[in-house]
């Protein structure tokens, strides 16, 4: 960040004009400065504090010939960061080693499984020792507790609201060892609220930054704006496709609203309600000729789940299939391509890079990646 970077940031924080931002900005650097020419110390209590320290007169070398010369005693600038600066320096750190991947899951028509697929796949990568959380940001079904027989008392609306301050407060425990963030009304309300305001809001997720290991988004489906801007800034994008033509047609059209839109992400098909691996392959083949001939965009087939009577069952029983039927084949399926989204797999790069380049993305913070959804 430079001088201008921050007159913009306290013009638009302030919500003053740039001139009056330039004031104050030069106002604040010119008394440190001043301050700092009568030697004496500045101390902002939990930023840090600035001070002018006499260096005593020593022996040093001359870094080129090695030949020793005295040093005279001189006055030198010190800076000493506060405890709310050393908090950010290691959030930084402990960003750059492990950021919670956020995986979007959507599709081109409602009822093709998103929910299913999202709850058990996330179970799935639980059983591997991930620390999982879905975000219920289906607007016109958002059914995720009720599909895992568990209620949510407060949601995000609470969060914009202001009733609750924190997204832990909001979270519920779900089977299979996985925490549910429920959307409800809260998701239409983000999207109606100032750029200002949805970022109050996205900063009571800041929690979750330590606290998850990956992040599964269910949106909506169709290609409203509201679902898009769910899905362009995650990590990773899955569509969920199932077999009949319009479910095909449908599931092209937001492909092709992701093209327009120059996703640079991953974005994978998972084949759902098929009869047999030929049927998944018959989808994929059709979706991916049309999207070669008239799109850049690469969707990259991620696997398929068999149509499966237990599934039915289980959504009956309001619990997830793979905790229900673990050995039934839509429960196998679902943890093969689990796996293959899970962060630290090895495979998925490798395999990756023959067919498609994805822009690598610079490692950016969760919140302020949060922020960058509905922000377009
Ligand atoms: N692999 C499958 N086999 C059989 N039925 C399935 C399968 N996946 C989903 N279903 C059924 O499809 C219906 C819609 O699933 P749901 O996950 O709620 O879809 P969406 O969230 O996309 O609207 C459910 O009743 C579920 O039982
Ligand atoms: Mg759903």
Known sequence: MNKSDLISKVSEEAEISIK????????????????LSKGEKIKFLGFGSFEVRQRAAREGRNPKTGEVINLPSTAAPVFKPGKKLKDSIMRFERRKSGLPKIISITSGK???GKTNYVINTAIALAQKGLKVYIIDADLGTAN???LLGVRAKY???????????????????????????PGGSGIQALADLSEMELNRVFNMFEPLEDHADVILIDTGSGISKNVVSFLLPADE?????????HAITDAYALIKVLNEKKVVKPVKMVFNMVDDIEEARNVARRILEVVGRFLEIKPYP????????????AVKMMEPF?????????????????????????????????????????????????????SR
């Open 322 to 374: 793979i905790l229900c039927y673990p050995n039934t084949i839509a429960s196998k399926n679902i943890s093969e391509i689990a796996e293959k989204l899970n962060p630290n797999y090895q495979g998925a790069n490798i395999r990756l890079e023959n067919s498609f380049v994805y822009e690598q993305e610079k490692s950016i913070g969760f919140v302020a990646k949060l922020k960058k959804f509905l």
């Open 302 to 313: 991620l696997g398929y789940i068999l149509r499966d009577n237990n599934v039915n069952k």
């Open 155 to 181: 949601t995000i609306e609470h969060l914009v609201n202001g009733t609750k301050t924190s997204v832990m407060d909001i979270v519920i425990d779900a089977p299979g060892g996985i925490k549910i963030i």
């Open 144 to 146: 995720v507790d009720v």
């Open 237 to 245: 994008i899955v569509v969920v496709v199932t077999p009949e033509p």
């Open 20 to 35: 009056d931002s330039q004031k104050i900005v030069n106002a604040v650097l010119e008394s440190i400065e001043e301050a």
């Open 110 to 112: 409602g009822g093709a």
